[in-house]
């Protein structure tokens, strides 16, 4: 079993899909299951409420982090292990990052493409090294990576910034992965130097 903490982006809406609902149950189960951590954005709504309902229905330790003046719009989440709230969204995305040893992108909608793409721009900036890993729930994640790609073509990112994650098939083989990683190797990971 892995002690790794996970922290999750995923969207404060359920989608319109209910495949999507499934995904982020079974991840959050399986992230419990494996005895790996759970680091979430500390709201009991869609997607986000999901992982963190079936993490700590499956025993695991929740970590939630909300900005105050979110507390009321998304439904702080009861029971966590550890609710931390924070001044801002910036300080709420700087404490999710310290707390990872990986990142877990669900489908979502512009708060989880912020988070996304600012630990992309960190990792891009050599600030560290930890897994981006993306699933590809009916698509989502191509589509995100298409986006990705049409700014390297248009000459606004260097190829390279394709490995900067990982698109993975389902919530089974992420997490496979997130078990065969070891968080030793995630070099430049002090937020201080953000």
């Known amino acids: 079993m892995s002690h790794i ?15 999507y ?14 005895g790996m951590k759970l680091v979430f954005g500390g709201g009991n709504v869609g997607l986000m409420g999901a992982v963190a309902g079936a993490a700590r229905g499956a025993g695991g330790h929740v970590t939630g982090i909300i900005p ?24 709420r995305k700087r404490r999710m990052f310290a707390r990872a040893d990986a990142f877990v992108v669900l489908p979502g909608g512009l708060g989880t493409l912020d988070e996304l793409m600012e630990i992309l721009t960190w990792k891009q900036l050599e600030r560290h090294a ?13 589509q ?14 260097k190829p390279s910034a394709r490995d900067l994650f990982e698109i993975v098939a389902d919530v089974p083989a992420t ?11 995630a ?3 002090s937020v201080e130097t953000l």
């Open 5 to 19: 903490s996970v922290t999750v982006f995923c969207g404060s809406s359920p989608g319109m899909s209910p495949d």
């Open 130 to 142: 930890k897994p981006i890993i993306l699933i590809d729930i009916l698509g989502w994640a191509t």
């Open 21 to 34: 609902l499934a995904a982020a149950h079974a991840l959050g189960e399986g992230i419990a299951r494996h």
């Open 68 to 91: 105050d003046f979110l507390r009321a719009r998304e439904i702080e989440f009861p029971g966590l292990s550890e609710l931390i709230v924070t001044d801002s969204m910036h300080t």
């Open 187 to 189: 070099a430049g990971s």
């Open 144 to 157: 995100v990576a298409a986006l990705l790609d049409a700014v390297i073509t248009a000459g606004f990112a």
């Open 175 to 185: 997490l496979a992965r997130l078990e065969a990683y070891s968080p030793s190797s």
